[in-house]
């Protein structure tokens, strides 16, 4: 166990919808990254958040959004939903200095849009 | 931009045997970190290993290390005694310095442990 978990382990959502994705990191955690995992694929790096504010995003629009909170917790939000967001989302969670930081998985939430 | 590839999408060994999974990345940076993830079939990934570039050192633990060559932008790992846990999803991941936890990963590698 890595000490990060993730709501909900399954969700099913429909084209056009809205969906949040949760993330309860380690306590002490400050930095908290999400990932998009497609089928038969690697992590993708959605973005990052460092102390509640954004510091870093991949290749990803907008519709996809994040907070981060004071209680370690965060969540990923992705609106307008399209078939291909289909996917298992990964959050992780880091105390982040200068150098090496080890990153702690959830173990994600298979999101399906039909 | 950097890229991590992953040319073995399944492997297979021998419960007690070794075996050596393969990754190669592009990057024009001098200094980056690699790391080799394990994802069960629990799905939670878990790190295995991780390397500095500035070091010449291979790292190494316990039953698992690295053969890390620079110039040719190699990191492949090497499981000795290879165990019924050791059956998951690998993947080799890539992060640049100082960029916090953007990591770019390979494709991934299913080893099979038979017994």
């Known amino acids: 166990e890595t000490g990060v978990t993730q709501s909900p382990t399954h969700l099913i959502k429909t084209r056009g919808q809205q969906v949040t994705l949760r993330c309860s990191s380690q306590s002490g955690h400050n930095t908290v990254s999400w990932y998009q995992q497609a089928l038969g694929q690697g992590p993708q790096f959605i973005f990052q958040y460092y102390r509640e504010e954004e510091n870093g995003r991949g290749n990803f629009p907008p519709r996809f959004s994040g907070l981060q909170f004071p209680n370690y917790s965060s969540e990923l939000n992705v609106n307008a939903l399209e078939l291909d967001d289909s996917a298992l989302y990964l959050c992780?969670?880091?105390?982040?200095?200068?150098?090496?930081?080890?990153?702690?998985f959830g173990p994600g939430t298979r999101l399906t849009v039909l | 931009a950097q890229t991590v590839t992953q040319s073995q999408p399944e492997m297979s060994v021998q419960e007690a045997e070794t075996v050596t999974l393969s990754c190669t990345y592009d990057t024009s940076e001098s200094d980056y970190y690699l790391f080799w993830y394990k994802q069960p079939p629990s799905r939670q990934m878990i790190l295995v290993i991780r390397?500095?570039?500035?070091?010449?050192q291979n790292a190494t633990e316990n039953r698992f290390s690295v053969n890390f060559q620079k110039a040719a932008k190699s990191f492949s790992l090497k499981i000795s005694d290879s165990q019924l846990g050791d059956a998951a999803m690998y993947f080799c991941?890539?992060?640049?310095?100082?960029?916090?936890?953007?990591?770019?990963f390979g494709t991934g590698t299913s080893l099979t442990v038979i017994p």
């Open positions: 390397q500095e570039a500035y070091k010449q």
């Open positions: 992780a969670s880091s105390f982040w200095v200068a150098g090496v930081n080890e990153q702690f």
């Open positions: 991941a890539y992060r640049r310095t100082n960029t916090g936890n953007q990591f770019y």
